[in-house]
């Protein structure tokens, strides 16, 4: 698909109504589509600057769907400025194609569109937004490598004076001896294994389950995967199973054809 980006708004189209009454209900309809796009699928319409008109994700952010016609929808962005009252906004104008002929037909392009914007932007349609911290095994897991990385996190612990060496390690000093003459190579060996994991998940599992980079989500399961390893992918491919059987729950049945 084209796009457009201009400094002012489209004209305003009356969508093709043919009277009065037609006019109106049309102008109606598309004020409820813009408010209920603006209120509850933001990051769709992010989506289409992104896809469409090559806007980068720091503008898309600030989306909002200002006009939609049977030819395309106008689609601002608000640049942040310093009183707010000065602000500009940029339009783009992302067309249907081909046009619609009703404004019925806007609910089945835009979901059409959406799905073309996630697959080409690597995303999934099911958006993740809860941490769910190990229990169980991988409780004791987490636990265990949370312990080890403090404790081979410098030479130092495993010498006479040290709290681990007092308190544990002098019951066993050739173990000590042992973990000292390793630390080097196991604490480099375990930062690049649970970080390349930790990477991995971050770009085959919260990138295309829609978790933002940095943000709380982001960092508790990238965190937790850093520490704990595939145990935490497992549990996070656990949630992402849960909300795909709700959303099969819920989705319309199709009627049986005759």
Same mark, same amino acid.
């Given at each position: 698909?084209?796009?457009? *980006? #201009?400094?002012?708004?489209?004209?305003?189209?009356? $969508?093709?109504?043919?009277?009065?009454?037609?006019?109106?209900?049309?102008?109606l309809?598309?004020?409820?589509?813009?408010?209920?796009m603006?209120a509850?699928?933001?990051?769709?319409?992010?989506? %289409?600057?992104? #896809?469409?008109?090559?806007?980068?994700?720091?503008?898309?952010k *600030?989306?909002?769907?200002?006009?939609?016609?049977l030819s395309?929808?106008? @689609?601002?962005?608000?640049?942040?400025?310093?009183?707010?009252?000065?602000?500009q906004?940029t339009?783009?104008f992302?067309?249907?194609?081909?046009e619609?002929s009703?404004?019925?037909?806007?609910?089945?392009q835009?979901?059409k569109?959406?799905?073309?914007?996630?697959?080409? $932007?690597?995303?999934?349609? @099911?958006?993740?937004?809860?941490?769910?911290?190990?229990?169980?095994?991988?409780?004791?897991l %987490?636990?265990?490598?949370?312990?080890?990385?403090?404790? %081979? =996190?410098?030479?130092?612990?495993?010498?006479?004076? *040290? =709290?681990?060496y007092?308190?544990?390690?002098?019951?066993?000093?050739?173990?000590?001896?042992?973990?000292?003459? @390793?630390?080097?190579?196991l604490i480099?060996?375990?930062?690049?294994?649970?970080? =390349?994991?930790?990477?991995?998940?971050?770009?085959?599992?919260?990138?295309?389950?829609?978790?933002?980079?940095?943000?709380?989500?982001?960092?508790?399961?990238? #965190?937790?995967? %850093?520490?704990?390893?595939?145990?935490?992918?497992?549990?996070?491919?656990? #949630?992402?199973a849960?909300?795909?059987?709700?959303?099969?729950?819920?989705?319309?049945k199709?009627k049986? *054809?005759?």
């Amino acid at each position: 698909m084209a796009n457009t *980006s #201009v400094d002012s708004p489209q004209p305003q189209n009356p $969508l093709g109504a043919g009277n009065a009454q037609n006019a109106e209900q049309h102008r109606l309809r598309q004020q409820q589509i813009c408010a209920h796009m603006n209120a509850d699928h933001q990051e769709t319409l992010g989506f %289409f600057l992104k #896809v469409y008109c090559r806007v980068s994700a720091k503008e898309a952010k *600030s989306a909002e769907l200002e006009e939609i016609r049977l030819s395309g929808m106008t @689609i601002t962005t608000t640049t942040s400025t310093c009183p707010p009252a000065t602000a500009q906004k940029t339009h783009y104008f992302v067309p249907f194609e081909p046009e619609l002929s009703s404004i019925s037909e806007v609910r089945q392009q835009v979901v059409k569109m959406h799905h073309h914007c996630l697959k080409t $932007l690597g995303r999934s349609d @099911i958006t993740i937004t809860e941490y769910r911290p190990p229990t169980g095994f991988p409780a004791v897991l %987490f636990t265990t490598c949370l312990l080890t990385f403090a404790a %081979f =996190s410098r030479r130092a612990n495993f010498q006479e004076g *040290s =709290s681990l060496y007092s308190l544990v390690l002098r019951h066993v000093p050739s173990f000590a001896v042992f973990c000292y003459t @390793i630390q080097p190579l196991l604490i480099t060996l375990m930062v690049a294994i649970h970080l =390349s994991e930790a990477l991995y998940m971050w770009v085959y599992r919260l990138k295309p389950h829609n978790i933002a980079f940095g943000s709380r989500l982001w960092l508790c399961w990238f #965190v937790n995967d %850093f520490i704990e390893g595939y145990t935490a992918m497992q549990r996070f491919d656990a #949630v992402v199973a849960e909300e795909m059987a709700k959303k099969a729950q819920h989705a319309p049945k199709k009627k049986p *054809s005759n």
